[in-house]
């Protein structure tokens, strides 16, 4: 069964860094897009960011581009979010996402991991 565990998330002050890892087991998912959203508190899930399966394209949420990367590993079949410049609203629980297509994607997403927490402290 496929698994996807997210891990790096923590409690960061504003401006710091951090960097959320995304580990598939299961199955190989080198051929699909996957990308990474954020629920905040009272909020709905948002887009955050998408990589394509060869990593050479990627799409970023207007509220994170410029701040964080987002990047993959096929060898280890793992994701990776590079978050620095860290804002007091980026805080929220962060899951990565898997999507059965070749393209870029914000919505269509199948299979999720369970989330990791992001604080970023002011």
């Known amino acids: 069964q496929a698994q996807l565990v997210e891990s790096g998330g923590g409690l960061v002050q504003t401006g710091g860094s951090l960097r959320l890892s995304c580990a598939a087991s299961?199955?190989?998912?080198?051929?699909?897009?996957m990308g990474w959203f954020r629920q905040a508190p009272g909020k709905e899930r948002e887009f955050v960011a998408a990589?394509?399966?060869?990593?050479?394209?990627?799409d970023y949420a207007d509220s994170v581009k410029g701040r964080f990367t987002i990047s993959r590993d096929n060898t280890k079949n793992t994701e990776y979010l590079q978050m620095n410049s860290l804002k007091p609203e980026d805080t929220g629980v962060y899951y990565c996402?898997?999507?059965?297509?070749?393209?870029?994607?914000?919505?269509?997403?199948?299979?999720w991991g369970q989330g990791t927490q992001v604080t970023v402290s002011s």
């Open positions: 996402a898997v999507h059965r297509g070749l393209g870029l994607y914000r919505d269509g997403f199948e299979y």
């Open positions: 299961g199955r190989t998912f080198s051929a699909y897009t």
């Open positions: 990589i394509n399966w060869s990593g050479g394209r990627t």
